[in-house]
T-cell receptor, first 113, second 112 residues
Framework: NAGVMQNPRHLVRRRGQEARLRCSPM?????VYWYRQLPEEGLKFMVY????????ESGMPKERFSAEFPKEGPSILRIQQVVRGDSAAYFC???????????FGPGTRLTVT | DAKTTQPPSMDCAEGRAANLPCNHS???????VYWYRQIHSQGPQYIIH???NNETNEMASLIITEDRKSSTLILPHATLRDTAVYYC?????????????FGKGTKLTVNP
């Protein structure tokens, strides 16, 4: 059973470009979570999604950031017009229905130049 | 904000037990104690969780005090690969937010 997959593992964008981060949950998992980790800091929750629904987006910045988890395909975290402060590791986690254990992917390291 | 307090760093000799403390004095009756660890910027890894009874699995043991205001994660025979940041997290059992709230954790260094 493959774990949570994230791609790309490393992403470099210039200021003002768009970044798209993908997360494929574990097989059978219908819940996806996105977390951000700034350098030398702990993980911060961003958004929690179920298939086609955003359940909790209390950690998402108000502008430029969006997330989706379509009926088919991976979850996407989209950052528009990136700035240097967006440079961080972005982790995705998934869990099955009715479970509180979250399984994390290897992360995408975004660098904005 | 995280509801837990952990020492910022600890050292342990290889082969010895590592005991990582966590204070959660404001824990509610319906909140579990979870432990995750993050090895060198990899994705966090689930270790163990418990409500009020002590728990043990193949990775670690979790000892929760009777008043539930603190707990200790025990790695019985630490190895160099256990060097990581360990996070203690409290969260509701059901009906609450699904998110994990990470604090700064304890950076455990296992020395040869």
């Amino acid at each position: 059973n493959a774990g949570v997959m994230q791609n790309p593992r490393h992403l470099v964008r210039r200021r003002g470009q768009e970044a798209r981060l993908r997360c494929s949950p574990m097989k059978g998992h219908s819940h996806v979570y996105w977390y951000r980790q700034l350098p030398e800091e702990g993980l911060k929750f961003m958004v929690y999604l179920q298939k086609e629904n955003i359940i909790d987006e209390s950690g998402m910045p108000k502008e430029r950031f969006s997330a989706e988890f379509p009926k088919e395909g991976p979850s996407i975290l989209r950052i528009q017009q990136v700035v240097r402060g967006d440079s961080a590791a972005y982790f995705c986690a998934s869990s099955p229905q009715g479970s509180y254990e979250q399984y994390f992917g290897p992360g995408t390291r975004l660098t904005v130049t | 904000d995280a509801k837990t307090t952990q020492p910022p760093s600890m050292d342990c000799a290889e082969g010895r037990a590592a005991n990582l403390p966590c204070n959660h004095s404001t824990i509610s009756g319906n909140e579990y104690v979870y432990w995750y660890r993050q090895i060198h910027s990899q994705g966090p890894q689930y270790i163990i969780h418990g409500l009020k009874n002590n728990e043990t699995n193949e990775m670690a043991s979790l000892i929760i005090t009777e008043d539930r205001k603190s707990s200790t994660l025990i790695l019985p025979h630490a190895t160099l690969r256990d060097t990581a940041v360990y996070y203690c997290i409290v969260r509701v059992a059901q009906g609450g937010s699904e998110k994990l709230v990470f604090g700064k954790g304890t950076k455990l260094t296992v020395n040869p």
